[in-house]
T-cell receptor, first 111, second 114 residues
Framework: QQQVKQSPQSLIVQKGGISIINCAYE??????FPWYQQFPGKGPALLIA???DVSEKKEGRFTISFNKSAKQFSLHIMDSQPGDSATYFC??????????WGAGTKLIIKP | NAGVTQTPKFQVLKTGQSMTLQCAQD?????MSWYRQDPGMGLRLIHY???????DQGEVPNGYNVSRSTTEDFPLRLLSAAPSQTSVYFC?????????????FGPGTRLTVT
């Protein structure tokens, strides 16, 4: 079964620190790896995404690191802010627009 | 653009009742999908559609029906509600014509089945 395993389930980080969330996948046919951010009472929204031909993608304080050989990718949030407190989901897709989702990480940034 | 809209926002059903969750998008997206979100399980795909008149099953289709008569609308029907269908339901759309995998989500419907 195609799976995406996400860890940790929850994470508490001090304001200004680095938040790191990890995901691992099994299917080497996946070719698109997005991260979605979800605030309470809202639908998920795309935060940042990467394709397997690059090892890193940075957008502002958010960076995806991708390790194709290990079949792992991670989200790094630099200088974490209280407004970053949300649930983060990783996902993977195999060119058919269907996303396979991780279980989610609840991130709390302490002031 | 309103984006993806869903109604109702909240719903309580009794076991055995049926209902339809509405979803509409005004972005002319071909691809639409329904997910359910349960604690600790991420989002699971129920049904999806790649265009008007075309639907297919996702990971957890049992107990749900869909139809897609127009590009804009993609309703989800619960045939005979069960407590196991208590969940938050999200509708999403995307635009594969521009090689974009980004999915745009509605605000969700919180359903409780008693």
């Amino acid at each position: 079964q195609q799976q995406v395993k996400q860890s940790p389930q929850s994470l508490i980080v001090q304001k200004g620190g680095i938040s790191i969330i990890n995901c691992a996948y099994e299917n080497t046919a996946f070719d698109y790896f997005p991260w979605y951010q979800q605030f309470p009472g809202k639908g998920p929204a795309l935060l940042i995404a990467i394709r397997p031909d690059v090892s890193e993608k940075k957008e502002g304080r958010f960076t995806i690191s991708f390790n194709k050989s290990a079949k792992q990718f991670s989200l790094h949030i630099m200088d974490s802010q209280p407004g970053d407190s949300a649930t983060y989901f990783c996902a993977a897709s195999r060119s058919n627009y269907q996303l396979i989702w991780g279980a989610g990480t609840k991130l709390i940034i302490k002031p | 653009n309103a984006g993806v809209t869903q109604t109702p926002k909240f719903q309580v059903l009794k076991t055995g009742q049926s209902m339809t969750l509405q979803c509409a998008q005004d972005m002319n997206h071909e691809y639409m999908s329904w997910y359910r979100q349960d604690p600790g399980m991420g989002l699971r795909l129920i049904h999806y559609s790649v265009g008007a008149g075309i639907t297919d099953q996702g990971e957890v289709p049992n107990g749900y029906n869909v139809s897609r008569s127009t590009t804009e609308d993609f309703p989800l029907r619960l045939l005979s509600a069960a407590p196991s269908q208590t969940s938050v339901y999200f509708c999403a759309s995307s635009d594969p014509g521009h090689n974009s995998y980004e999915q745009y989500f509605g605000p969700g419907t919180r359903l409780t089945v008693t």
